[in-house]
């Protein structure tokens, strides 16, 4: 089945403490890219992927990282998370820039 | 900068009406436009997308309309089902950033039996 999978689904964590939040895809997608979603904020763009090795700044970018070493993955990490980025986090994928982006299921993420 | 608006932020209908969600964006410098679907606690599922070219686009009982020049699109969803209860999202990409994607905050809908 095509689809995008995120893990954990759920994680709950302290203050500092590294974390990496795996984003998978089996569709042989290009582009790649991380979203926060916040109540009253709405969805907005970490970082995005636009093919292995490629990676680049979306809006809120600050204290997160990537990379994409092969095709399939782009895991996103929070080198010391604070509680500012508790949030629910989704990965999508797309054939290329410009087409249409599957989401993942969604990570929740809480940081004490 | 891109400012995505989706007005109402809420919507209650009686099932059978059609539903009519508005997306307003200000740079008419679009690549693509595309909407999406969201139920509570999932991911969003892509609906329809259309190309800056295009002025609509069609999916069974969907249709989306979109006028660059006013900055705007509409997503038009015929005879609506207690099933079509969920929050709808539109999301612009502009063309000199390719690779970002800007989203409005979205309509909560409600389809009442």
């Known amino acids: 089945e095509a689809q995008v999978t995120q893990n954990p689904r759920y994680l709950i964590t302290v203050t500092g403490k590294k974390l990496t939040v795996t984003c998978s895809q089996n569709m042989n997608h290009e582009y790649m890219s991380w979203y926060r979603q916040d109540p009253g904020l709405g969805l907005r763009q970490i970082y995005y992927s636009m093919n292995v090795e490629v990676t680049d700044k979306g809006d809120v970018p600050e204290g997160y990282k990537v990379s994409r070493k092969e095709k399939r993955n782009f895991p996103l990490i929070l080198e010391s998370p604070s509680p500012n980025q508790t949030s629910l986090y989704f990965c999508a994928s797309s054939l290329s820039v410009t087409d249409t982006q599957y989401f993942g299921p969604g990570t929740r993420l809480t940081v004490l | 900068k891109q400012e995505v608006t989706q007005i109402p932020a809420a919507l209650s209908v009686p099932e059978g009406e059609n539903l009519v969600l508005n997306c307003s964006f200000t740079?008419?410098?679009?690549?693509?436009l595309q909407w999406f679907r969201q139920d509570p606690g999932k991911g969003l599922t892509s609906l329809l997308l259309i190309q800056s070219s295009q002025r609509e686009q069609t999916s069974g009982r969907l249709n989306a309309s979109l006028d660059k020049s006013s900055g705007r699109s509409t997503l038009y969803i015929a005879a609506s089902q207690p099933g079509d209860s969920a929050t709808y999202l539109c999301a612009v990409r502009t063309t000199d950033s390719w690779g970002k994607l800007q989203f409005g905050a979205g309509t909560q809908v409600v389809v009442t039996p």
């Open positions: 740079d008419s410098a679009i690549y693509n």
